[in-house]
């Protein structure tokens, strides 16, 4: 095709619409520039300086001057929320609130937005309620997530399953806690003084149900170790023996890592069937692939009690040369001293196979020892939360800082070392 000369015509035309397109912006920008009061631009110096306390302080100047900035509201909002400064926060988004002007999708976001400042301030029930008034928003599913959050403080398990129902029917997101609030359940129902054994073992069907949605790769050993150790509970409430040893057997291989947690009751099922040498066995096989403190104190004591001090020792010694640990060694020293009144007593009749506390090692004061080493081993005798750090001497699902859920290594502290 033909070039035509005329339509160099357009060119300059072009270039003047620009021209003129650029000077009308520029004019409008400057004319919005020089609207907005002084202390919008203290408040930007102050943010650029670091001085965040005077920028907020000239930033609240302006909303007062200007009550239309919404955006500004809201940015001021979120940074005395984030400073802990709960009543100012609820203040400016409950000015938001009542203007009765205020578009629908700026309501639906201050009425989020106070929500979290009634969750950060602990007004449970308030921060509940604005939630609930935001589920059918673009805020519903973290309003969900926060409704969640809700229940588990204060405990309540039925809402909170019911919360991740309804999470579930917006996002297709995993929620592994859904196990535990199952298993909270059926701890309820067998507390008291009249167990609800039905309402437990439902609980626990729900617990395996939800386990089964996640699949292997998102279930943990901890949560099929904590529905194994209830449904073993349940059986040892009704009398059950060989059910309750056949549940916390499943741990061995479901959750070999948190077996030391019930080595303690593993064993006195054995015992209770006839069969304690069949468990000790089974234990220490376990030790030699998955040792531990706990199931180390168990062996100890019940070879201690069976076998006496020499079969007793001479296992503690070969653990403790492959796993050396001040805990096991406190531990072993408490079982010595706490039997030494009987150790006395059959030296006193001169019975063989046992001996007196001081005999183990000659002349050495296992009582000194013990103490000195308690002493030591009291700050590492705790569980510790990977997430927040809390530590505590029992073991928790739930971390009582953090409220995160299977934070605790099986572990103590020694032993992560």
């Not at 397109?21 to 631009?41: C, G, H, I, K």
């Not at 302006?62 to 609820?90: C, N, Q, W, Y």
């Not at 805020?139 to 919360?163: C, G, N, Q």
């Not at 009690?305 to 020293?333: I, N, T, V």
Request: hydrophobic content about 40%.
């Amino acid at each position: 095709m033909d070039f035509e000369t005329w339509w160099l015509v357009f060119v300059p035309i072009l270039f003047a619409l620009g021209w003129v397109a650029a000077r009308v912006d520029f004019r409008q920008m400057m004319s919005e520039t020089r609207s907005l009061p002084d202390s919008y631009f203290k408040g930007l110096n102050f943010l650029l300086n670091e001085e965040p306390d005077r920028a907020i302080d000239a930033f609240v100047e302006v909303a007062k001057l200007d009550p239309e900035t919404t955006e500004l509201h809201f940015a001021l909002g979120s940074l005395f929320r984030r400073r802990g400064e709960m009543e100012r926060a609820i203040r400016v988004h409950q000015s938001l609130l009542s203007r009765a002007d205020l578009p629908a999708a700026d309501r639906e976001n201050a009425q989020f937005q106070i929500a979290q400042d009634f969750l950060k301030a602990g007004m449970l029930d308030r921060a509940e309620a604005a939630f609930e008034a935001v589920r059918e928003t673009r805020f519903a599913v973290p309003a969900m997530r926060a409704l969640i959050r809700i229940y588990e403080s204060e405990h309540d398990w039925p809402r909170a399953i019911e919360a991740v129902r309804r999470l579930r029917a917006l996002v297709d997101e995993p929620v592994p806690q859904l196990v535990h609030y199952q298993c909270e359940q059926a701890e309820t129902a067998l507390q008291g003084r009249q167990p609800d054994f039905e309402h437990a073992s439902k609980a626990l069907d729900e617990a395996d149900n939800a386990i089964r949605k996640l699949g292997p790769e998102q279930t943990t050993q901890a949560s099929q170790a904590r529905v194994a150790s209830l449904r073993a509970r349940v059986a040892r409430m009704q009398d059950q023996v060989e059910q309750e040893r056949a549940y916390l057997v499943s741990i061995l291989a479901s959750a070999p890592e948190y077996v030391g947690l019930y080595a303690a009751e593993l064993l006195d099922s054995y015992r209770r069937l006839g069969r304690e040498d069949e468990g000790v066995a089974m234990l220490r096989s376990h030790y030699q692939h998955h040792p531990g403190l706990d199931i180390f104190n168990v062996l100890f004591r019940v070879l201690r009690e069976r076998q006496g001090y020499q079969q007793a020792w001479a296992f503690a010694r070969e653990a403790l040369r492959s796993h050396p640990s001040l805990l096991g060694l406190d531990k072993m020293l408490e079982v010595e001293l706490q039997d030494e009144s009987q150790h006395a007593q059959a030296r006193a009749q001169q019975e063989p196979g046992l001996s007196a506390a001081a005999d183990i090692v000659a002349g050495a004061d296992l009582s000194l020892l013990r103490s000195l080493i308690h002493k030591h081993t009291q700050r590492l005798d705790r569980y510790s939360c990977k997430v927040c750090g809390f530590e505590a001497r029992h073991y928790y699902w739930q971390c009582p800082g953090c409220n995160s859920w299977e934070t605790y290594a099986p572990r103590r502290l020694e032993e992560q070392r």
